[in-house]
């Protein structure tokens, strides 16, 4: 971060000079825009809906219908996409209409429906609570889990008519999936397929920057980032991506930046969109998930939050320490692909899992792809999209 900065700052202090502002500079009209203008502007319908959870958080939720070339039918099958961790629905339309997941899918015939879990840019909403006050954003995965996910798919449920649906998660899209679909018996009910891309459960071989984190006490964590929003996009941000990341000439460090995070594959990512890819990340969460993720990493451990003392457990889950969660419990078909230069989901915690999925329908090793591959690499309509969309059509057929 501090490397792009400074070139921020090369860029505003000396660009002017040397003619800079104008060499080599494009930028891509979706880098000034939100998720529905996005949709809009590659000409396919949107709708958007408020979902209000059982504990009163406002999570926005966008909906694109049908494709450009379709026209709405009621019993088109829907798919409902989650979003990473510090991501948000704007993963699934980053990209042109031709290798957008999203887009793809509404051409293909699906209702498709985007989510974002709270604390994100776009569900950043309470009925009671400011995001001013530690109360808002006292929450981490457990409560996207019990919370954000059912109410959403119900939400889903009620306003298609349809029971079922087809469930795409990507991180922690995966992560609150597994909690969700392993506690939450009727809701697991309701997914026809999850589809689950670089997921995670335990991260105890993670090479991603939070594993720094484990580092610091929990009061530390709290000192240097605080008690309420953790990684939020900021002005720097928006600026970097559409003043700094747009220019040929810093399209190398940019792409670094990123890579850092979630492992390298420079030739699978395309340069010219990155004002696009940054300008909408990071999207930001709770420092309590992080201190989650943090946790997770320490222990091992697929793990509830630990409230930091046998008082607060027993107020939060009637027992003294944090429950696990058992992903043996859910039946829901599950196909998964994962990465071999993923940072996050690290191939021995992905070799972990797999075994205690019980319907493990497919899955798929891909030895290039790191953490953000499966919804910005230029091929994964090859290698992800067409295979995913293949077993939604013959699950119907």
């Known amino acids: 971060m501090w490397q792009l900065l400074a070139a921020a700052c090369w860029v505003l202090l000396l660009g002017p000079l040397y003619g800079f502002h104008k060499k080599g500079k494009v930028t891509n009209p979706e880098a000034n825009m939100n998720i529905s203008q996005i949709i809009a502007y590659w000409g396919y319908p949107y709708e958007e809906y408020d979902v209000v959870t059982k504990d009163e958080y406002v999570l926005r939720t966008y909906r694109i219908p049908h494709g450009r070339r379709c026209l709405r039918n009621a019993s088109r099958p829907v798919v409902y996409l989650q979003h990473g961790l510090v991501a948000s629905a704007s993963n699934w339309v980053c990209n042109p209409p031709n290798s957008s997941l999203a887009f793809l899918l509404a051409d293909n015939g699906y209702d498709v429906w985007m989510g974002n879990s709270r604390g994100n840019t776009w569900s950043r909403k309470h009925l009671k609570f400011s995001t001013k006050s530690p109360e808002f954003w006292a929450f981490s995965l457990d409560e996207m889990a019990k919370y954000d996910l059912p109410d959403t798919i119900n939400f889903i449920v009620e306003k298609t008519g349809q029971e079922r649906l087809y469930y795409v998660g990507h991180s922690q899209g995966t992560t609150i999936a597994f909690i969700a679909f392993s506690t939450n018996p009727e809701l697991a009910k309701r997914i026809k ?43 720097v941000d928006q600026f970097i991506a559409t003043n700094v990341c747009n220019r040929k000439l810093f399209h190398h460090i940019c792409s670094n930046f990123l890579f850092s995070f979630c492992g390298f594959d420079p030739k699978n990512l395309n ?35 630990d409230w930091g003392n046998p008082y607060q457990n027993m107020i939060h889950f009637h027992q003294l320490t944090p429950p696990l969660y058992n992903v043996t419990k859910m039946e829901v078909p599950t196909a998964v692909w994962s990465g071999g230069e993923d940072r996050v989901a690290d191939l021995r915690d992905i070799e972990n899992l797999l075994p205690k999925i019980t319907r493990l329908i497919y899955y798929k090793f891909i030895p290039y792809y790191n953490h953000v591959d499966f919804f910005l690499g230029q091929d994964a309509p090859q290698e992800i999209y067409q295979d995913l969309i293949r077993m939604m059509e013959e699950s119907f057929n």
């Open 271 to 305: 340069m010219s969109r990155l004002d696009v890819y940054l300008a909408q990340s990071p999207a930001g969460t709770s420092v309590q998930n992080m201190l989650h993720w943090a946790q997770a990493v320490n222990s091992g451990l697929f793990q509830a939050y």
């Open 193 to 235: 397929i999850f589809f689950a891309l670089a997921p995670v459960t335990t991260v105890k071989y993670t090479r991603s920057p939070m594993r720094k984190l484990t580092n610091l006490s929990r009061a530390a964590v709290k000192v240097l980032f605080g008690d309420k929003m953790f990684s939020p996009h900021t002005f």
